[in-house]
């Protein structure tokens, strides 16, 4: 139990493009969800907060134009990298949390974001 | 403000051996702690987690941790060491309420070697 999925795994595109990335909760229903950004051989970074049909909160320094996030039901949320720069790439991993389970965060298996 | 300290950046055992992996914690009220591992290229996997209760915790693939509230402390370990536990390894800290979010230490890196 308590899946969390990623898609894409890998996605590369080019500069000025926009991205975005699905997070689903595959067996339990989410109403918070997370998303973290991971440089290489760093620890996860907070990016935001969603609550499912609530606006997301974002961490400080984090973009909100830049990094949309959409959380439209309990088992879906999505990040979108807007106008995407060779900076942005990185590995952004996912995570839920479930009704009724509120203290424990389930990841995704992450996406890995090349911006040429 | 919450933080966790994992004092070792990369630790080498050899398969079979014990490991015991370090990790501190400053929170101001009652801890909410987990263990992840994570594989190369993957996301986070929970190994365990306490929130109260036998200070003793058993979780998957064999490790158990034990927290010490003196200490401020929640080291990971495992009695034999196999290959592919060969990862990286994140303590983290969260309270309670719908509102809390973790914060993750840097991590350690786990090399084992044949």
């Known amino acids: 139990g308590a899946v969390v999925s990623q898609h894409p795994s890998w996605v590369i595109c080019k500069s000025g493009t926009s991205v975005k990335i699905e997070c689903r909760s595959l067996?339990?229903?989410?109403?918070?969800m997370f998303w973290y950004r991971q440089f290489p051989k760093q620890s996860l970074m907070l990016m935001a907060t969603?609550?499912?049909?609530?606006?997301?909160?974002?961490e400080q320094g984090v973009e909100k134009d830049k990094f949309l996030i959409n959380h439209a039901s309990l088992t879906l949320s999505t990040l979108t990298v807007t106008s995407a720069h060779p900076e942005d790439s990185s590995f952004y991993i996912c995570?839920?949390?479930?009704?009724?389970?509120?203290?424990?965060?389930?990841f995704g298996p992450g996406t890995r974001l090349l911006v040429l | 403000a919450q933080s966790v300290t994992q004092p070792d950046i990369h630790i080498t055992v050899s398969e079979g051996a014990s490991l015991e992996l370090r990790c501190n914690y400053s929170?101001?009220?009652?801890?909410?702690l987990f263990w992840y591992v994570q594989s190369p290229g993957q996301g986070l996997q929970l190994l365990l987690k306490?929130?109260?209760?036998?200070?003793l915790v058993q979780g998957i693939k064999g490790f158990e941790a034990e927290f010490k509230r003196s200490q401020s402390s929640f080291n990971l370990r495992k009695p034999s060491v196999h290959w592919s536990d060969a990862a990286e390894y994140f303590c983290?800290?969260?309270?309670?309420?719908?509102?809390?979010?973790?914060?993750f230490g840097t991590g350690t890196r786990l090399q084992v070697t044949l």
């Open positions: 995570s839920a949390r479930g009704v009724g389970e509120w203290e424990t965060q389930y």
């Open positions: 067996d339990f229903q989410a109403t918070t």
């Open positions: 969603s609550n499912e049909g609530s606006k997301a909160t974002y």
């Open positions: 929170y101001g009220a009652t801890p909410y």
């Open positions: 306490y929130f109260s209760g036998d200070t």
């Open positions: 983290a800290v969260g309270g309670a309420g719908t509102a809390s979010k973790l914060t």
